[in-house]
């Protein structure tokens, strides 16, 4: 997972988009790790706006994880895990990124707006916004 979302490193970002080199945001880029091991993408997705149902305070990026991925513990770090971020107190959850390294440097890759995706530290600041952990299916296909 890892070594398959640092192939994206230096993506640009664009809003919806999951194209290795052309752009992606955060769920673009889960969305190339996920096609790059699984195949086909679990679901088709509607468009979605920058602010992922904010003013109706729907939970949908979280509701969506929970329907493929693993639900963990916060205190499971793992080395591929997603992270979802809840930007600010009382927003929904609409960040993403895939952990690339625990213990005393943990970083994560994600796409963000400005940047691109990129490998960053994962900080107390970005770590106070995490809100739940998810491992991948158990089968990926092989490489």
């Not at 993506?11 to 992606?24: D, F, I, N, V």
């Not at 490998?119 to 490489?143: D, M, N, Y």
Request: charged residues 20%; glycine residues 10%; contains cysteine.
């Amino acid at each position: 997972m890892v070594a398959e979302a640092r192939r994206w490193i230096g993506t640009p970002y664009r809003h919806q988009a999951a194209c290795l080199g052309a752009g992606a945001d955060c769920l673009g880029l889960l969305r190339g790790v996920w096609r790059a091991l699984y195949g086909d993408e679990p679901e088709a997705l509607p468009p979605y706006s920058r602010d992922w149902d904010e003013p109706q305070g729907q939970e949908q990026l979280w509701q969506a994880a929970t329907r493929h991925l693993t639900t963990k513990t916060l205190d499971q770090a793992a080395v591929g895990d997603v992270l979802l971020f809840r930007m600010r107190q009382g927003a929904v959850a609409k960040h993403l990124g895939l952990q690339s390294a625990i213990g005393a440097a943990p970083r994560f890759i994600h796409a963000y707006s400005g940047h691109g995706v990129v490998e960053t530290a994962l900080s107390q600041p970005w770590q106070r916004r995490i809100v739940a952990r998810f491992g991948w299916p158990e089968t990926p296909r092989q490489i």
